[in-house]
């Protein structure tokens, strides 16, 4: 019977995040502004850190990839979203959605690595900082860089590799509003072992590994800054990893409750409204969290607005 359902899908059709007409408008114009101020912050702060000489640090460093990161991830599916709440039918193909699955997985993996490899930088700065120029050189940054999109791309693979396998039933409807790996999985007819056994191998790396360097990095930071005698000390050291510290709690926590609960537990709408944290909001607070809370960046952006004012 599976055989007889089946069919190679051409395009899928995007349920999108809400069927009721009353707030499809309200809902555009609030993620339009919500993408709008995305683009405009994360497209700032890169150019904030590009044109002011004494950003050019790895912290900075790797903050530049960040929004890089947001902006892309950010743009990869928030579009795409918009049209479903203007389209009677927001379809996609089948080529454009295994595309966009790909982009979307390989920039979320890359944003879980580089935050890792944020928290590493602090925990060299604060517990090692003689060291920090030597042990934060340029050439280890741009390995640590490399080693996050490289992480990006074979996760993005290795899920992307798993779902062109799988054959998919003649209901083309994805319960999302985007291609995901798993309201994708639910439209397969054939067997999908494979695919939900690399999904909680692949999707616990990408989030374990990171999690555990994370974790042992803040455990050692704090450590370190409650041996330090004078309370200044203590709030300048706290302060250098606050902006961090609420990024990764907002990023892996919608992750981590969206793919690593049973899906028993967690109904697919359910996860819908959980995803819009990781993919809509995180990408947009991430540049506003670091720029409020962070002294350079503050006096970057007046220096910057001043000389083109003066200009």
């Known amino acids: 019977m599976a055989a007889e359902n089946a069919s190679s899908v051409a395009q899928f059709v995007l349920a999108g995040l809400t069927d009721q007409p009353g707030l499809q408008m309200p809902l555009f114009f609030l993620f339009l502004g919500s993408y ?7 497209l700032g702060l890169i150019t904030l850190i590009g044109l002011n000489s004494h950003l050019h640090t790895p912290m900075y460093f790797f903050l530049f990839n960040l929004s890089f990161i947001d902006f892309c991830y ?70 640590l860089l490399l080693g996050v999109y490289w992480m990006g791309f074979a996760g993005a693979m290795a899920h992307t590799i798993c779902m062109v396998r799988l054959t998919f039933c003649a209901d083309n409807l994805v319960n999302h509003y985007m291609c995901d790996l798993l309201p ?4 397969s007819c054939t067997s999908t072992y494979v695919n939900e056994l690399v999904v909680f191998i692949v999707v616990g790396i990408d989030i374990g590994v ?14 370190s800054i409650l041996h330090i005698r004078s309370t200044e000390g203590r709030s300048k050291a706290f302060s250098t990893c606050s902006s961090h510290i609420v990024a990764v709690s907002l990023f892996f926590g919608s992750g981590a409750f969206m793919y690593l609960k049973p899906a028993s537990l967690l109904p ?38 001043s000389k083109h004012s003066f200009s």
């Open 36 to 42: 709008l101020v995305t683009i405009v912050g994360n």
């Open 74 to 143: 950010s743009t990869v599916i928030t579009p795409k979203m918009l049209m479903s709440f203007v389209s009677k039918k927001n379809i996609i193909s089948y080529a454009g959605c295994m595309t966009q699955l790909f982009f979307f997985l390989f920039f979320v993996v890359s944003e879980s690595f580089i935050l890792s490899a944020m928290a590493y930088d602090r925990y060299v700065a604060i517990c090692k900082p003689l060291l920090y120029t030597v042990t934060m050189s340029p050439q280890v940054c741009l390995f």
């Open 268 to 305: 697919m709408n359910q996860g819908k409204v959980s995803s819009l944290f990781y993919t809509i909001v995180v990408p947009m607070l991430n540049p506003i969290i670091y720029s409020l809370r962070n002294k350079d960046v503050k006096v970057a952006l007046r220096k910057t607005l």
């Open 210 to 223: 990171p999690t555990v360097t994370i974790f042992i990095s803040y455990a050692l930071i704090l450590s």
């Open 184 to 187: 994708l999985l639910e439209r």
